[in-house]
């Protein structure tokens, strides 16, 4: 098993995934294989479907079993060079709409963290709508002071963006890089290094307990605010859409749900 395991990383290195998909896939791919338990290198239709089905009855979400199917279409595609058709479809999304902080509320997580870094932090990933693997490999080289802009390298799916830096965070960062080297991380840990995810999203969670705010948002929720308020003040959803880095402007839509004046207008009947 292991040796199928070892071509499958290899396979994704050389297409240059993330590291974060990689392990994720070969997570996956193992758990499907343990569950095989022999004839590794035989593809049988029924069993994926069987697997799958014992996924699902396991209570998995329908995007993690989706994520095993995918992981498995492409170790049998690339490491088995299986290349005939595996007829399973993904199972279907609930189509859910963004949690999305008011401004107040942003206001309000931003005043209960005293950490200057921290904050600094924060405010970065809502200004920019940053995902926290975003914040966390941030270099000093990335920034554009003198532009405003922050130059996002390597994020989802490889690619490379530009998102917006708000003069009223410069003097902050100047302070916060200051004799620093333009490879060091922007938020780096005390320990030296970047932070890692977890610490970036306890700093939010701890944020958002302490300004008593009942939704269930996430760090990522950063990121759809600063979505939300940009359309929200009359920003094209085209400009939106390259800021977030979106491969397709129906991802950046759903926001348009969210920020639609004529329903918000709309009184109830009672």
Known sequence: MEVYLKKLEDELRLRKYSPKTIKSYVSCVAEYLRAK???????????????????????????TTN????????????????????????????????????????QS??????????NLMISLAYAGGLRVSEIINLKIKDINLAELIIHIKGAKGNKDRITVLPEKLTENIKKLILNKTLDDYVFASERGGKLN???????????LQKASIQKEATFHSLRHSFATHL?????????????????????TQIYTQVTNPNLKNIKSPL
Request: proline share 2%; charged share 25%.
């Open 37 to 63: 338990q022999t004839d590794f290198g035989l593809v049988d239709v029924d069993f994926i479907k069987q697997y799958l089905l014992s996924v699902i009855d396991r209570g998995m979400s329908s995007q």
């Open 67 to 106: 994520q095993k199917l995918q992981a498995i279409n492409f170790f049998c595609w690339n490491v088995l060079k299986y290349h005939s058709k595996i007829d399973i479809r993904f199972a279907k999304t609930p189509s859910k709409l963004p949690i999305v902080l008011s401004r107040d509320e942003i």
């Open 109 to 118: 997580i931003l005043s209960v963290i005293n950490n200057e870094k921290h």
């Open 197 to 207: 995810e977890r610490t970036a999203q306890k700093v939010f969670e701890n944020a």
């Open 231 to 251: 359309l929200e003040n009359g920003t094209d959803v085209r400009y939106v859409q390259e800021l977030l880095g979106h491969a397709n402007i129906r991802t």
